[in-house]
């Protein structure tokens, strides 16, 4: 094994990937507070080709250095939108044919491995603050709910290792769909 270089791993460059087909999928982020969250939202949604990220509440947005320092760049790749409350990111989303999928600890989520998806329908994937996750009232809008199983003592993931699992699951289903 022989570890491979940049330009033997192919990566596009930023207006290739503007131009790229992409997961039918948005990122929602619901009040999460964290920069380097963010930033590593931005990361793993462009490698994993997302169509877009939704910031809102008191999300930060782009530009900033402490996104920046996670994002590498991404925040140039990825579409972004800013909205101000949650709630009216759903109702948008809903009213464009996304089916709305939150990633919460609830009574009746469904575990990860258990998700299906046929990789070509719209969905948008609710990721919730660091504290207090999805709020109820967007849970309420959901189709249903996704929880990551998980084996330790700790419940609950950071935000950014949560999102990048599910969007490698999600993506499973798209490539399998091609």
Not at 167 to 175: N, Q
Request: hydrophobic share 40%; proline share 3%; charged share 20%.
């Amino acid at each position: 094994m022989e570890k491979l270089s940049m330009d033997a791993l192919g990566r596009m460059d930023a207006e290739s990937f503007k131009q790229a087909e992409k997961m039918p999928l948005v990122v929602v982020l619901d009040n999460v507070r964290s920069m380097h969250n963010v930033g590593s939202v931005f990361r793993s949604s462009d490698a994993f080709l997302v169509e877009a990220i939704y910031l809102c509440g008191f999300t930060p947005c782009p530009p900033h250095r402490d996104i920046h320092k996670t994002a590498l760049g991404s925040t140039d790749t990825v579409t972004w939108k800013y909205v101000d409350e949650t709630m009216n990111a759903i109702q948008l989303l809903k009213d464009e044919g996304y089916t709305i999928v939150s990633v919460e600890q609830v009574t009746n989520s469904v575990s990860l491995p258990a998700v299906q998806w046929d990789g070509q329908s719209k969905i948008a994937v609710v990721m919730g603050n660091e504290v207090d996750g999805v709020d109820q009232e967007i849970i309420n809008e959901s189709s249903y709910c996704i929880e990551i199983p998980q084996m330790g003592t700790k419940h609950s993931l950071n935000i950014s290792v949560a999102t990048g699992i599910v969007l490698y699951k999600m993506a499973e289903f798209y490539i399998s769909s091609k």
